[in-house]
């Protein structure tokens, strides 16, 4: 398995994201997993069952892309085949975020899509997130579920169980798990006390080409 790059750098950023995750309340316990592109071949991955609090550097997983198998101490999360079919179907996508968020896991029990009602959501996502239909964790039948339904978008819920945020970065991953979080929580709360009006099809597009084309500093990544 070639893996080239600074896997240690790559691994403290995931050991950051994962406390990030574990403080702002989008996993509880050792729910969730994170995981990001170590080369074309291959990525680096949290492991089953060890908490957040507890996470170290060596505890990381290096899972191969095509063969699943892995290099570490630890076995890896139960859902690196979801994380692998991701990564080989999306090429643009470096980072993998997948989270237990509570009011996205309400729309994720209810098997309804969010739609893209606020602007942050329009600009960041791109449109709806879509359900994944209903699999165990960590089967095959939901990597290729979680695939469909993410197609080329940036979020993808999956029914009954959580949410899962893609980015070229950690960084990009995370806060478009959070962007749907708080979508999720304003839509539930809108529709509850009133009528919601959604963004329209022209209206997002625009939405997302200008923050594509103008958001944050020329010639960084700046997004915040
Ligand atoms: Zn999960």
């Not at 529709?191 to 597009?205: A, D, F, I, N």
Request: with cysteine.
């Amino acid at each position: 398995m070639r893996d080239n790059l600074d896997t240690a750098g790559m691994a403290g950023e995931i050991v950051a994201t994962c406390r990030v995750m574990m403080s702002t309340g989008l996993v509880v316990g050792t729910w969730g997993n994170v995981s990001r592109r170590c080369s074309p071949e291959s990525f680096q991955i949290t492991p089953s069952g060890v908490p957040y609090s507890e996470l170290l550097l060596e505890d990381l997983v290096v899972v191969d892309l095509q063969t699943g198998s892995c290099s570490g101490r630890l076995r890896p999360s139960t859902e690196a085949p979801l994380h692998a079919a991701i990564y080989r179907m999306r090429p643009d996508v470096g980072a993998i975020v997948h989270t237990h968020s509570p009011y996205a896991a309400v729309f994720a029990v209810n098997r309804a899509e969010i739609p893209p009602l606020m602007e942050e959501m329009a600009q960041l996502v791109g449109g709806i997130v879509r359900v994944a239909r209903y699999a165990a964790s960590g089967s095959a039948e939901l990597a290729e579920g979680a695939v469909a339904a993410l197609q080329d978008g940036a979020a993808v819920l999956l029914a009954n169980h959580g949410l899962v945020g893609v980015g070229r970065t950690l960084k990009d991953a995370l806060t478009v798990c959070q962007v749907v979080e708080k979508s999720a929580q304003v839509f539930l709360w809108a529709r509850l006390s009133g009528t919601p009006h959604l963004l329209g099809e022209q209206e997002v597009l625009e939405l997302r080409r200008g923050f594509l084309q103008n958001y944050g500093q020329p010639g960084t990544n700046a997004r915040q």
